[in-house]
């Protein structure tokens, strides 16, 4: 940076423009969002004319504990509000992912190690048997009715159209082998203990269910390949499940028959339950679930629940549960139970954070979006796993054996639970379709998640969320990476991209671009028009505009749509003073040039040949301009020049104020805000913050002039590490070395991203 002093000459406006090949980056989204219509308006609500179908269910499952089997008969009635008659059903039959000759299987691509675990060797070599058997469907009456089953996909032809308005009820009998989820995988199955030789059961999508059937779509039928989840109508349940005398059952929904199912003992202490607000109260102690450990009930117990306005039931099931609830209050609504059952291999934890944790997570996802509009929130411990359904998670975060724990897993089991429980929100309430959209509930329950770990501990270890997280993900070659706008099962770093890079860009969102007060209104106001209905993409993005008033089409763009990282350079610095003008800047660079240079052709011909010219002629053409030298005219423009400045003029002169005129390099493509650090000769700072609209005539290279009355020592671009600025060493002026580390790591460590989450989370 060298110091220059800059006159005060007239001004001359440069405009650089993007070349007409690229797009401009501030360009609306246009054709990249579906166009509004009836169904979904243009300010990102409901349209007038909105509908959604929904599905009842009646069912009557019998879990055996010595086969590890279920078998279960369901009545499904359809009721179909909208416009179309509808001559077939589709259901997903997501058990048949776990069937050996599964596109799951046939299509999973990877290289053997050397070394590999006979557990893993499973998700290779598997010839069990697996998937749904479907026994029966019938018409209500008992008619036959015509189905095909197309892998996880089952269509029933129906005797008569559906008409718009109508409903139609249809009976499915089934049943299958439960799978080894710790060995075989799956987001549901169940887990063996051998030292007592006990199950527990984690039971989701275990029954036909059916498919939505949407404005958007149609059926969405999309087969299910294992990373795309679920996309669900709404509907009422009311179940019955059969299991061992001896186990206890965390269920979607409320437990009709408490009397049946319960001892007295029990019964009390749920009732106790219902007004505790701050300590969990046990309704089975561990105690009593280890006397049970040992033992085997000959007997069976039907559990009866109802669940209303929910897309989907899950339960779990299993002797060795421990039991605890606390009631949690909400701002306008009824009290929700937070509960936990876990196997007393999960304590300590279990027992200290499990329900507190659940409490914790309604109270701030409520905060952010509308109070939980369920009476139960279940956390069920089971190994390894983050998988969530309505009402109910099943949730890592175990131990040793001696009772030991890391802070990783302390910290990862709070964090899952947080997550799991926040997906009641996002996507179970606000519906969104998981098989085409991960990021619609994994990146908007992500950032959530982030902002409510903040909340239980300062400064928790949140795996994602802050910007500086995501470097390394969107620095690595752009070949590698794809947008978050691509489909959940086409998604290669599912947790990096769907996850961390859709939290990341929300937090950056809130934070630096709109401000947490216009943020947190948009994003509570896209919760609320969506709650209990199907969003889109396109929904989000103009709901996000539509309530704050802040053009986000650049941000979409480059966040969701592309790859391109952040890499803002400081690229050019010039340090300037406000000063008189000398002589010969005065001049015209036509009377410059013709001070230093010869006579042309033209002129040294012209006056030969041209005897008199018409001023010569006429001489009341003349004025002071006619004829004169151009170092007289320097002359009298510096007169005239000091004569006219004004005493704000002469005021900005004697002030002697720096101008720095700053450029910035946008190297990584992704338009971002300008935040720069000014650090004072006398050691005091002032950060400058600047839209990324500054960036829409020219979206690679800009310059800006800072006025200061001290004398700048230091820039730093993105002081705060709020971009997601891939390369620092170009933000600082002086330069500044940038420390980098290189890793030590343990056997152990080696194989896991460092942003992909605990294994098996969803
Ligand atoms: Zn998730």
């Known amino acids: 940076m060298n110091f220059k002093n800059i006159s005060l000459i007239p001004l001359i406006l440069l405009a650089v423009h993007i070349s007409a090949q690229e797009i401009n980056k501030f360009e609306q989204l246009g054709s990249l969002l579906p166009t509004p219509n009836e169904t979904r308006s243009a300010s990102g609500a409901p349209g007038h004319a909105y509908w959604q179908n929904r599905a009842d269910y009646i069912m009557d499952i019998h879990l055996d504990d010595h ?15 909208s416009p179309d008659a509808l001559d077939y059903l589709w259901l997903q039959l997501d058990q048949n992912n776990q069937f050996p000759g599964s596109d799951s299987y046939s299509t999973s691509t990877g290289k053997l190690g050397d070394q590999i675990t006979p557990g893993s060797l499973a998700r290779y070599d598997h010839n069990l048997d697996r ?5 029966k469907l019938t018409s209500t009456s008992g008619t036959d009715l015509s189905y095909t089953i197309n892998k996880t996909m089952m269509r029933v032809d129906l005797p008569q159209p559906i008409a718009p308005g109508a409903s139609y009820s249809f009976k499915v009998e089934w049943n299958y082998n439960i799978n080894d989820r710790l060995k075989e995988g799956g987001r549901s199955g169940y887990e063996y203990f051998p030292a007592d030789s006990n199950y527990l059961y984690a039971i989701a999508q275990f029954y036909p269910r059916m498919c939505v059937y949407d404005d958007i779509y149609g059926w969405q039928n999309k087969q299910f390949l294992g990373a795309g989840e679920f996309t669900l109508p709404f509907g009422e349940y009311d179940v019955h499940i059969t299991v061992p005398a001896d186990h206890a059952i965390a269920a979607t929904g409320i437990l009709q028959n408490p009397k049946d199912v319960l001892t007295s003992d029990q019964q009390d202490r749920l ?36 669940a209303s306005n929910v897309r989907d039931f899950a339960w779990a099931s299993s002797r060795k549960f421990i039991w605890d609830a606390m009631a949690v209050k909400q701002t306008s609504s009824p009290d929700v139970m937070a509960m936990s059952m876990y196997p007393k291999e999960g304590n300590p934890l279990w027992q200290q954070y499990s329900t507190k944790v659940v409490a914790h ?22 190994d390894r796993i983050g998988m969530e359904y309505p009402m109910i998670c099943f949730n890592g975060g175990r131990p040793a054996a001696d009772g030991t724990y890391t802070k990783g897993t302390k910290y990862g089991m709070i964090g899952v639970i947080i997550h799991e429980v926040g997906h009641n929100y996002f996507p179970m309430i606000v519906n969104s379709d998981e098989r085409q959209w991960t990021w619609m509930d994994e990146g908007l329950n992500t950032f959530l998640e982030y902002l409510t770990e903040q909340q239980w501990e300062r400064d928790y270890p949140s795996g994602r969320g802050a910007p500086y997280k995501i470097v390394d993900y969107m620095k690595a070659d752009q070949k590698l990476l794809e947008p978050i706008m691509s489909n959940s099962e086409n998604i290669q770093q599912l947790g990096s991209n769907a996850y961390a890079k859709t939290a990341t860009a929300l937090n950056i969102l809130r934070e630096t671009v709109m401000g947490r007060d216009l943020f947190d209104k948009a994003f509570k106001e896209y919760a609320l028009r969506w709650k209990f209905k199907h969003p889109s993409p396109a929904d989000f993005f103009r709901t996000m505009e539509d309530a704050s008033a802040v053009d986000l089409d650049w941000f979409w763009r480059g966040w969701f749509f592309s790859t391109e990282p952040c890499d803002i350079q400081l690229a050019d610095i010039k340090w300037q003073r406000a000063d008189m003008p000398q002589d010969s800047s005065l001049l015209t660079s036509d009377e410059k040039f013709l001070g230093n240079n010869p006579q042309g052709l033209t002129s040294v011909r012209n006056r030969e040949m041209i005897k008199q010219t018409q001023d010569e002629i006429d001489t009341t053409l003349k004025d002071q301009f006619s004829n004169v030298d151009a170092r007289k005219t320097a002359k009298d423009n510096f007169e005239s020049y000091e004569k006219n400045l004004s005493d704000e003029e002469k005021a900005v002169i004697a002030k002697g104020k720096n101008y720095y005129t700053l450029t910035f ?15 004072y000769e006398d050691g005091t700072e002032q950060v400058q913050r600047i839209p990324a609209e500054i960036w829409r005539h020219d979206n690679s290279e800009v310059s800006k002039v800072f006025i200061t009355d001290k004398v700048i020592k230091q820039f730093i671009l993105d ?17 500044q070395q940038q420390m980098t580390r290189f890793e030590l790591f343990q056997q152990q460590n080696q194989g896991r991203g460092r942003n992909q989450g605990p294994p098996g989370r969803s």
């Open 131 to 135: 998937g749904f058997n479907i026994v």
């Open 719 to 735: 002081p705060y590490l709020e971009t997601a600025d891939i390369d620092r060493s170009n933000n600082y002026y002086p330069a």
């Open 665 to 679: 390099k946008n190297k990584g493509g992704l338009v971002m805000p300008i935040i720069i650090k000014f650090v």
């Open 271 to 306: 009732a106790k339950a219902h007004n505790s607000y701050t300590q969990p109260v046990m309704i089975i102690t561990p105690e009593e679930a280890l006397a049970k450990e040992s033992k085997r009930a000959t007997e069976e117990k039907t559990w009866y629940f109802k």
């Open 361 to 382: 997570t309604l109270k701030w996802y409520s905060h952010y979006t509308f109070d939980y509009p369920y009476p139960v929130a279940w956390s069920i411990h089971t």
């Open 67 to 81: 086969k590890q089997y279920i078998s279960g008969k369901e009545t499904v009635t359809y009721h179909n509000q």
